[in-house]
């Protein structure tokens, strides 16, 4: 992409609006912009890096076994009211009226619909195990929207719900996505810490959030030093063992949020326990059968006899974790992306637009890294160098590639690291090859 015909509307300057960094940097970047409190359009920077996140938890929970639908938008509040939790949601659900007078609401999660789905397709056990998932806008209606896309009202998020015999079954599918989410933060190049949690309004009586450590995080997470070592399961089909085992590795080590960290009582001291800031990026639970019973969500047993399923719920903030990676992978000068979500892997920088030898090797070398597949924003303005190379690290993207008159006449161009800021000279046919290999 030729950023003299994209879309990036840049800013020098912090918003006064913005709070925290992800917020800053997403304005600043032209990721996004306020619709109103606590609604963003998302631009072409930021709409790339929110579709790169959904892949790659679409691929994770497609290995998982979780099978994609799509639920609406908007659901009715009459199976909201069979559940009990149409008046007892509060102020965050968003009502609504249709022209015919029928009661509506903006869905702030999917528990109820996906539940009504199941009951009338689903009759016999050996349809079982189901896990459906789907990756769907939400609204919840915050008393105080900030934090850019961090806490907003509208966000995007990927909801999986499982579907089993028995809590044994249920306990199954529970780890079978506790592992799925290790994987999935993985491969953002995250480093995420499974934290026993409170339900909440969902309920049940199992849940873990993931958090992943920022220094600018929204609370205080304390852990064993030792978990930040354990090693992210493989890409492969574990049998119920082998995820109980990995689940019960990772739930060893001590770690809570401050709200449920006791000092006086907490099982590890010293060295051992570290404190840091952190953000919740996902959460699991396993509620039983707090949907299922009302929805009357029943199967025919081996036996004849029917039997109310055993449910879990899975959630991964898609847009809030842009912000959330952002907050952990930054610098004084912007963004720095993981090389998996990022928007462009390669900024190529154009030191001297108009000079016939300087344009002449840019086109050649962005073509071979277009014909290539390798994503590349080249920055082929007639501006200064200094605002270019500003530019370009505020982005974050992961690559730099610079070439200029006086690199032209040695044969070699500017290759940088935007993470390690490291700068080395290479011939063009090295740096190419650093990029494809």
């Given at each position: 992409?030729?950023?003299?015909?994209?879309?990036?509307?840049?800013?020098?300057?912090?918003?006064?609006?913005?709070?925290?960094?992800?917020?800053?940097?997403?304005?600043?970047?032209?990721?996004?912009?306020?619709?109103?409190?606590?609604?963003?359009?998302?631009?072409?920077?930021?709409?790339?890096?929110?579709?790169?996140?959904?892949?790659?938890?679409?691929?994770?929970?497609?290995?998982?076994?979780?099978?994609?639908?799509?639920?609406?938008?908007?659901?009715?509040?009459?199976?909201?009211?069979?559940?009990?939790?149409?008046?007892?949601?509060?102020?965050?659900?968003?009502?609504?009226?249709?022209?015919?007078?029928?009661?509506?609401?903006?869905?702030?999660?999917?528990?109820?619909?996906?539940?009504?789905?199941?009951?009338?397709?689903?009759?016999?056990?050996?349809?079982?195990?189901?896990?459906?998932?789907?990756?769907?806008?939400?609204?919840?209606?915050?008393?105080?929207?900030?934090?850019?896309?961090?806490?907003?009202?509208?966000?995007?998020?990927?909801?999986?719900?499982?579907?089993?015999?028995?809590?044994?079954?249920?306990?199954?599918?529970?780890?079978?996505?506790?592992?799925?989410?290790?994987?999935?933060?993985?491969?953002?190049?995250?480093?995420?810490?499974?934290?026993?949690?409170?339900?909440?309004?969902?309920?049940?009586?199992?849940?873990?959030?993931?958090?992943?450590?920022?220094?600018?995080?929204?609370?205080?997470?304390?852990?064993?030093?030792?978990?930040?070592?354990?090693?992210?399961?493989?890409?492969?089909?574990?049998?119920?063992?082998?995820?109980?085992?990995?689940?019960?590795?990772?739930?060893?080590?001590?770690?809570?949020?401050?709200?449920?960290?006791?000092?006086?009582?907490?099982?590890?001291?010293?060295?051992?326990?570290?404190?840091?800031?952190?953000?919740?990026?996902?959460?699991?639970?396993h509620f039983g059968q707090k949907y299922s019973a009302p929805f009357e969500a029943n199967v025919t047993g081996p036996d004849g006899k029917d039997v109310t399923v055993s449910m879990g719920s899975y959630g991964i903030g898609v847009s809030r974790l842009v912000g959330g990676i952002i907050e952990a992978c930054h610098d004084e000068n912007g963004i720095i992306w993981p090389e998996a979500v990022a928007p462009f892997k390669v900024g190529l920088i154009n030191l001297k637009t108009g000079d016939e030898a300087c344009d002449q090797a840019c086109e050649d070398f962005y073509g071979k890294l277009q014909s290539a597949g390798v994503?590349?924003?080249?920055?082929?303005?007639?501006?200064?160098?200094?605002?270019?190379?500003?530019?370009?690290?505020?982005?974050?993207?992961?690559?730099?590639?610079?070439?200029?008159?006086?690199?032209?006449?040695?044969?070699?161009?500017?290759?940088?690291?935007?993470?390690?800021?490291?700068?080395?000279?290479?011939?063009?046919?090295?740096?190419?090859?650093?990029?494809?290999?």
């Amino acid at each position: 992409m030729r950023l003299s015909r994209y879309f990036l509307p840049t800013l020098k300057e912090d918003p006064k609006e913005a709070q925290i960094v992800s917020h800053r940097l997403m304005l600043r970047a032209g990721m996004i912009q306020q619709a109103s409190a606590g609604i963003y359009s998302w631009l072409p920077l930021g709409h790339r890096v929110l579709k790169k996140i959904e892949q790659i938890v679409r691929e994770e929970q497609d290995k998982a076994g979780a099978i994609e639908i799509l639920m609406p938008t908007i659901q009715s509040a009459d199976l909201w009211r069979q559940s009990n939790r149409y008046d007892d949601y509060g102020k965050e659900m968003l009502r609504i009226e249709d022209r015919h007078g029928r009661e509506m609401l903006y869905g702030p999660t999917n528990e109820e619909l996906v539940t009504d789905i199941f009951r009338t397709h689903v009759k016999s056990y050996k349809d079982l195990p189901l896990n459906l998932y789907h990756i769907q806008w939400k609204f919840r209606d915050e008393v105080r929207p900030r934090f850019g896309v961090m806490r907003g009202r509208e966000f995007l998020m990927k909801d999986a719900y499982s579907f089993d015999m028995d809590y044994e079954g249920a306990k199954i599918a529970y780890n079978r996505m506790f592992v799925a989410y290790l994987k999935t933060y993985a491969r953002m190049g995250l480093q995420a810490i499974p934290l026993r949690a409170d339900t909440g309004p969902i309920g049940g009586d199992l849940s873990h959030e993931f958090i992943i450590l920022a220094d600018t995080g929204e609370s205080e997470v304390f852990y064993h030093k030792d978990i930040l070592g354990l090693k992210t399961p493989e890409d492969k089909d574990y049998s119920p063992d082998e995820l109980q085992g990995i689940v019960d590795e990772w739930t060893s080590y001590y770690a809570a949020a401050d709200e449920m960290h006791d000092a006086d009582n907490c099982p590890i001291s010293g060295d051992e326990l570290v404190s840091r800031r952190g953000i919740e990026v996902g959460h699991i639970f396993h509620f039983g059968q707090k949907y299922s019973a009302p929805f009357e969500a029943n199967v025919t047993g081996p036996d004849g006899k029917d039997v109310t399923v055993s449910m879990g719920s899975y959630g991964i903030g898609v847009s809030r974790l842009v912000g959330g990676i952002i907050e952990a992978c930054h610098d004084e000068n912007g963004i720095i992306w993981p090389e998996a979500v990022a928007p462009f892997k390669v900024g190529l920088i154009n030191l001297k637009t108009g000079d016939e030898a300087c344009d002449q090797a840019c086109e050649d070398f962005y073509g071979k890294l277009q014909s290539a597949g390798v994503e590349v924003l080249y920055d082929d303005r007639n501006e200064r160098a200094g605002g270019k190379f500003a530019n370009m690290d505020l982005i974050g993207l992961p690559w730099q590639v610079t070439i200029g008159p006086r690199g032209l006449k040695s044969g070699v161009v500017e290759f940088k690291n935007r993470a390690t800021g490291e700068k080395t000279e290479l011939s063009p046919e090295d740096a190419l090859q650093r990029l494809v290999g």
